[in-house]
Each structure stands twice: as C-alpha cells, then as structure tokens.
C-alpha cells in the first residue's frame, strides 16, 4: 500500500507539469491529459483533435465514441470504466492544428521527440503490463509499421524506457479511415480486440469492475 501511494504521487506529480508543458511552439492547444490514472494497462494516442483541448480529456468526440465501442463489446468495460482504469496517453499531447487542405496536421519529428519524454516517464512510473497504441503513429514508436495488416491482430513483446511490456496494436478508430470496416481490417482488429480482452491485465480490471458491482449490490441491499 505503501509503495503504491508513492508510485501515485510520482504520477500526480508527472502529470502536474505535464498539463504545464509549453514546448512546442507550433502547437495549437495545451496539453490534453486523461488524469493521474494508476494502472497496469496504457492506452496511447496520437494526437488530439480539436475538440479534445475544449472538453479537457482524450478521446472526447467521434473517435473515442468508436474506441469506447469496441472495449464495451469486447471487454465488457464501458468508457467511464476504462477512463478511470486504463491511463490515457499519447505521442503527442497538444493539438497540433490543421493542414491547409483542412485535415489534422500530423506532429513534425521534433514536437514527438519533445513529447517522448513524457511517455518514457510515464512507462517508468507505472511499468505497465500492456501498452495499446492506437493509430499508425502510435505504433510507430514502440515498432515498424509499414502496413496495419502485418500489425493489427498481434501480440508483440517490446520494451521501452529501460521496461518491457505486451503490445496489442489497434488502428486508429477515427470515421475517415475506413480500414477498420472492410476486410481484412475488421476481421484483424476483431482479433486484436479479442486479444486485449484476454489479456491478464484487461482480465484483471474486469475483475475488479464485477467485485465494485457486488460491493454496490450489498450496500443498497442493507
């Protein structure tokens, strides 16, 4: 319990200066944070949109609707659930504004050098047991991705910030990438899916979510 209540204010203090970091001058917003939410299991972005910096969490609009979808059909987790335990990231945690054409502008190389520290602190923090990096960018920083079919569906063992972890890459679940609808897409995220719900870790807040249940249960039965 100890240690645990230390490991906490490490990460309360991590994301403290985290929400104040002002390092990349190019940068439409300040950083997006999903909270100090001790975990065994990270979840990381790419990027938010515009509309994260305004409702102050990630995964706040169409996108995150569809990836809170998918862990309550598969994992049995709902979005508040996964909220308050899974720990939101991502490799880059300011919005970065929009291209000329309209669409998102990917980070350049040196806003996601200037972020990485960040996440190599947060992986030092928690040493989680399953990292699930969702997107091509996200995946990109812990493996190669050339193609989302030589990736999604698969488990891999990788390390970073002197730890190792599972890996279960997800495609982004953005509504402009039809990937994840047609096959093979859908059968292979389908199969990542299924992977993340059988992983100790998921298998473990699934757990914990059916003894709250109870525990709720008895309370208003006394």
Known sequence: MVARSRIQARLDDHVGQLVQCRRCPRMQSTPVSGGAVLSDVMLIGQAPGPREPVLERPFAHTAGKTLFRWFEEFCGLNE???????????????????????????????EIR????????????????LIIPVGRLAIAQFIDCAKLEEVIG???????????????????PSGASPWHKVLPGKKLLERALNLIARH???????SERRLARRTQRSQRLE
């Open 114 to 129: 200037n972020c990485s520290t960040w996440m190599n602190d947060e992986i030092k923090i928690l040493r989680p047991q």
């Open 80 to 110: 508040s659930t996964v909220r308050s335990t899974i720990y939101f990231a991502a490799v880059c945690r300011c919005f970065p504004g929009k291209t000329p054409v309209g669409g998102d502008r990917v980070p350049a190389p040196d």
């Open 154 to 172: 698969r488990k891999f063992r990788s390390g970073r910030a002197q730890h190792s972890f599972d890996l279960i890459p997800l495609p982004h």
């Open 200 to 206: 100790p870790a998921i298998r473990a807040l699934q």
